[in-house]
DNA sequence: GTCCGGCCCGGACGGCGGGTAGGGGTCTTC
DNA sequence: GAAGACCCCTACCCGCCGTCCGGGCCGGAC
């Protein structure tokens, strides 16, 4: 049996939630609460499986308690009518592994439920399309690309120019590495050659794309 | 109605697919292949809505093929056994808006196929958890925090360091900005000194966390 | 053995990078 | 309207960066 509170301000939203994930036989509504501060509280007490958790409330407002809810322990699913991005960036940073709106069909938030009950994450079907594509644009794109372009250079030189992306000076590199700061100049110099960069900046963007730390 | 084309090497599949597909009776699966290049061909000569794409087969497979598939117009769900990393990763590069295993239960199934020909995106629970998980680690964290310690730059400041983000030298700057290069060497300074950085190549650093080109 | 090639190391020189000081412009503040 | 603060620009000095050159070491080819 799957254990969820229901976090809303409006009472009726809450009864809708209860009515609609009682109807499945495998979860059942422990708690309800109707901010932010409340949530933490049942989470604390009720240990639920499941939090729904509304975005907007008067008080402490969902956004600003899940971080807490979700170290308590339950999965977090954050239920809103909007879906603006900033929401969705905050939530997911925050650990909650689930986004719904509230136009969402009833058989598919009890399916949400379990998904997270069990380990699994789920998402409304437009946050879903957004968070691909700032995965598509952002992803590993340029990292592929950049590493390729480090491929040529040798072990050394790479354990060098990772220091050189770092921010360190050549004499600081030389003594990290105990050797002299001339060696240091020689591994960078020819690093620049491979990867025929001018500056050493351009050696660390590339270590950085390639994400290298 | 929405017009499905059905790829995968085994004609069993292709027919539990069909089954399950025409159960709905806003779908209609107007195709089917056994490999990436009839796939190709039949999403150039049908225009289909969707293409759900199988993974591994014989001969030219489903990642190879779903940029291609993807730029001649349908939406593209890819369907595997495994979610392994790396064929989401290709298949999101790709430009797939969907990615499902083939454990998924008939209803999701219709679901998917309605969710991306809507424009939106759905993934099974267990790669979306990762998507976000991927997200939270490399998200906007860095990113925000970097923006912020850039805030007490002035604009001209910023403008520069922006170029000395790009690789650029000081000579070069001063071309591109078509100012003196000791003017261009003051405001580096500037910011080193509000940044607390003692590098350049620490100021491209921010820059690049930041997300600023 | 000997030659050859790649990698790691080191020294000496020219040029770029960064620090310091100061002048001119505009907007607030009293 | 004058003082002050802030930003933008410029000029000079020194240290660091990058290049060129060369030497020692290890592996494989013949």
Do not use: C, W
């Not at 036989?25 to 932010?36: C, F, L, Q």
């Not at 020819?190 to 660390?204: D, E, M, S, W």
Request: glycine share 6%; proline share 4%; no cysteine.
């Amino acid at each position: 049996m799957i254990r969820v509170v229901v976090v809303d301000d409006e009472q009726l939203v809450r009864a809708g939630l209860r009515l609609i994930l009682e109807a499945a036989e495998d979860i059942t509504v422990v708690g309800e609460a109707a901010d932010g501060s409340g949530a933490l509280e049942q989470a604390h007490r009720l240990r639920p499986d499941v939090v729904l958790l509304d975005v907007r409330m008067p008080g402490v407002d969902g956004l600003t308690v899940a971080p807490d809810v979700v170290a308590a322990g339950p999965k977090v699913i954050m239920l809103t009518t909007f879906d603006l991005d900033e929401y969705v960036h905050r939530a997911l940073r925050a650990g909650a592994v689930g986004f719904l709106l509230k136009d969402t069909p009833p058989r598919e938030l009890a399916t949400a439920v379990r998904t997270v009950a069990a380990g699994n994450a789920m998402l409304a079907p437009t946050v879903t399309r957004r968070l691909i594509s700032s995965f598509a644009d952002r992803g590993p794109a340029r990292r592929d690309a950049a590493r390729q372009r480090l491929a040529p250079l040798t072990a050394r030189e790479l354990e060098i120019v990772r220091e050189v992306a770092r921010g360190h000076g050549n004499a600081e590199i030389a003594r990290r590495l105990t050797m002299s700061e001339a060696t240091v100049k020689a591994h960078v110099s020819r690093a620049l050659a491979k990867l025929q960069a001018g500056n050493r900046v351009q050696l660390a963007i590339l270590v950085h794309d390639a994400d290298l730390l």
